[in-house]
């Protein structure tokens, strides 16, 4: 049996949110905040606890906002007008939840939860779902189920009723108020009052949500695969009960300090061990071993007559208080097979054994340990696993308290171990876990909004790119594999992307993120994702798909013969990205330098629905062909067509205090040098350079137009 999908639709931040799972192990990854634990905390309700409670703050504010603005008027119209309790039936709650079920209904469009689940006929025993077919196509072995949190009309009618002089009493004392709002004259008084009756007003609309969520009971249907034929099962228990769901929480109580007791491996390793039939037959024998010595050596008789020798002053002055009437106080002792089955349990504590010395499961850091009882959880987990059952565990961040490498390793463990017959979501914050998963494992969920959130399946577009007839998408599909796993994951957790070409853009960009004026930017998460430019435009469906404001930073990458402004102008362009982008709009055109300027100028460069803005150096920046061009372009308000004598650049350099190269072969001291001759004397010291501006504090100073441009649009 296999947990294909759960679809969940209206519950807190999520409006919609589709969690396909893999055979084995699915990573559902997401920032902090993201909503990654709300997913969990529900399917755990749905599958797993019957005390979960539905309140007002699993719905979408919106959905409640605009049920309450409808209803409303509804209450205040029946409240403030001549009705009883009695009437409350026929004269209010006809109008919302009226009985004839054809009639439409003003109802909250609360959280419904969607699952499918497939089987092998060759190989899964179905006779817990067999009641549960809803298609008899020979070909076709699924199951779908809905879960509802339904509005029970009796029960509305009911709470209604219990609050009615409450909610009358309100709804006069606003009315009331409305009334006087009219005698005010003085503006201040006036706003007050307002303010006054709105918060009135606000606290009752609160109340009678309440009322309707307070109202609300889960029900269970199973379906067929439109979601639209539907037959109510008699309990929620039947629905969970073809379920074998096991969660193992982030918080989780460990040792690491011998003043904690809690014991939590020991008492896990015991829950194992009581698996065993020679653990359990010991454990039946050892009462009776320990009551045995007791019993022989009169332990019982010596601690009584002990404490009628140590307790004779209490009960003298027991007895001159109360007339004589204590009798015989003392302790006795009751041992029971139980009593001793309890201190077994108190006193078994896990060890581990080093070079003879054994050691408490305390003396183990807390990431060792919090391993260690994951995989204590997951063994009795599979012990418990149940063929007729769908089998899945959910582990809430196992990355707690392990270092990188102990997380990738963990995680390959979950991933090769767990492949068929139990399936696993893993949820995490770690970037280390996201690599080495890999995308066809990964689920990811990335807040859009204040108090919004979506669920994006980058396996799919893998999927997509493998089975695509276009070669290219092969390729494209095998590129993101490989680079997803040396480290670009981190794509998955930021609020934005920085692309730039090599380490001296990573080193330059660095810098000014550290200038105020980016102070804004500097405070979101940012990936820093280092890419050339023949490669930057590969990720542009993983950055539409994820929806990540993406900045790329590249060269124009005109001809390096180019020198005067007509050539540059006029020449064509090597960059594979910044062509590609331009076909867009322009398809079977090969840009010249002027027509991307104009392009760029009309804002062109800003493709995929705004999301990315391709940044590159235009006539602003001296039309610079590279970022060291386009820095000292703007450090010494040139262009790449002006020059300078040997001397004079010797006396510019010596001012600035930046490393660059004059050339002085064959170059006389009144020679001119131009911008372009000295970059391709530092063509090989790049790096120096850099580290020149950044140590000289001229990051500022020498911040292109272009760049600065794209980080500006960043930052919106």
């Known amino acids: 049996m296999k947990l294909e999908e759960i679809s969940i639709m209206n519950y807190r931040q999520f409006e919609k949110a589709n969690v396909f799972l893999d055979n084995g192990i699915t990573v559902l990854a997401g920032a902090n905040n993201s909503g990654k634990t709300s997913l969990i905390t529900l399917i755990k309700n749905v599958f797993n606890d019957e005390k979960s409670i539905y309140c007002e703050s699993d719905i979408p504010a919106k959905n409640l906002q605009k049920w309450i603005n409808i209803v409303y008027p509804l209450f205040e119209a029946f409240f403030t007008g001549d009705y009883s309790v009695e009437k409350i039936e ?55 189920f809905e879960y509802y949190y339904e509005i029970k009309r009796t029960k509305f009618i009911k709470a209604i009723s219990n609050e009615f002089d409450k909610i009358k009493k309100r709804f006069e004392e606003i009315q009331k108020d409305k009334n006087n709002l009219t005698a005010l004259t003085d503006e201040k008084e006036i706003e007050k009052e307002k303010h006054n009756i709105e918060l009135k007003e606000r606290y009752l609309k609160q109340r009678i949500v309440s009322l309707y969520v ?60 009581k698996l065993n039939e020679d653990w359990n037959e010991l454990i039946d024998r050892l009462p009776d071993e320990i009551l045995k010595p007791i019993q022989d050596k009169g332990i019982n008789k010596k601690v009584q007559e002990t404490s009628l020798i140590s307790l004779k002053e209490t009960i003298t002055a027991i007895e001159e208080t109360n007339g004589g009437q204590s009798g015989d106080l003392m302790l006795d002792m009751h041992v029971t097979e139980e009593d001793i089955s309890d201190l077994l349990q108190r006193i078994t504590t896990a060890t581990y054994c080093v070079d003879g010395y054994f050691l408490g499961e305390e003396s183990q850091g807390l990431g060792y340990s919090n391993m260690i009882y994951i995989h204590l959880q997951l063994n009795e987990y599979e012990n418990s696993k149940d063929d007729c059952k769908v089998n899945v565990f959910f582990i809430e961040e196992p990355e707690s308290h392990m270092h990188p490498q102990m997380q990738q390793v963990f995680i390959k463990y979950l991933i090769d171990h767990y492949k068929e017959g139990i399936q696993g979501l893993i949820t995490t914050h770690s970037n280390e876990m996201v690599r080495v998963a890999g995308i066809t494992h990964l689920r990811v969920i990335r807040r859009i909004g204040s108090f919004l959130s979506e669920l994006y399946d980058p396996s799919k577009l893998i999927k997509g790119l493998t089975e695509s007839s276009d070669p290219d998408d092969k ?33 330059y960009i660095r810098k ?41 930073i590249t060269d124009i990458d005109y001809s390096k013969d180019a020198e005067s402004l007509d050539k540059i102008k006029g020449s064509e362009i090597t960059n594979a990205t910044i062509k590609e ?10 840009p010249t330098v002027k027509d991307l300027y104009a392009w760029k100028d009309a804002k062109k460069n800003i493709v995929s629905d705004g999301l990315i803005y391709t940044c590159f150096q235009t006539n602003n920046d001296g039309y610079a062909r590279t970022l060291e061009e386009a820095m000292l372009s703007k450090y010494f308000s040139m262009d790449v067509t002006k020059s300078y004598t040997k001397k004079e650049w010797i006396k510019k350099k010596e001012e600035a205090g930046l490393e660059f190269v004059i ?12 911008l372009r001759d000295i970059l391709k004397s530092t063509s090989g010291s790049k790096t120096n350079f850099m580290y020149s501006v950044v140590l000289n504090k001229k990051a500022e100073k020498t911040e292109p137009d272009y760049i600065q441009g794209g980080l500006e649009w960043l930052m919106e």
């Open 90 to 144: 026929e004269d209010l709650v006809e109008y919302i939840l009226p009985k004839d079920e054809e009639k439409p209904q003003i109802c909250i469009d609360t959280t419904k939860i969607r699952v499918h689940v497939s089987y092998d006929p060759d190989k899964d025993d179905i006779k817990l779902f067999v009641d549960y077919i809803m298609d008899l196509d020979e070909e076709k072995h699924d199951f779908f």
């Open 581 to 590: 982008f331009y076909k867009i709009e322009n398809p079977g055109s090969t």
């Open 475 to 507: 390729l494209l599909a095998d590129f993101y594999d490989w680079f997803f796993e040396i480290g670009y994951s981190e794509l998955v957790f930021a609020d934005k992307a920085i692309f730039y070409e090599g380490d001296t853009e990573r080193l």
């Open 214 to 273: 307070n109202s609300i009971v889960p029900t269970c249907y199973f379906c067929d695969e439109t979601y639209v034929n539907r037959c109510q099962m008699d309990d929620v228990k039947q629905f969970r009960n073809l379920f074998n769901f096991s969660f193992i929480k982030a918080s989780r109580p460990l040792d690491d300090d011998s003043s904690d007791h809690a014991h939590s491996i020991s008492k896990q390793m015991i829950k194992i061990a």
């Open 512 to 552: 000014l993120m550290t200038l105020e004026k980016y102070k804004k930017l500097k405070q979101q998460y940012i990936a820093y994702i280092q890419v050339g430019g023949a490669y930057a435009k590969n990720y542009r469906k993983m950055i539409e798909l994820l929806g990540i404001k993406s900045l790329i």
């Open 663 to 674: 050339p002085t072969k064959g170059v006389k001291d009144e020679d001119p040098i131009s």
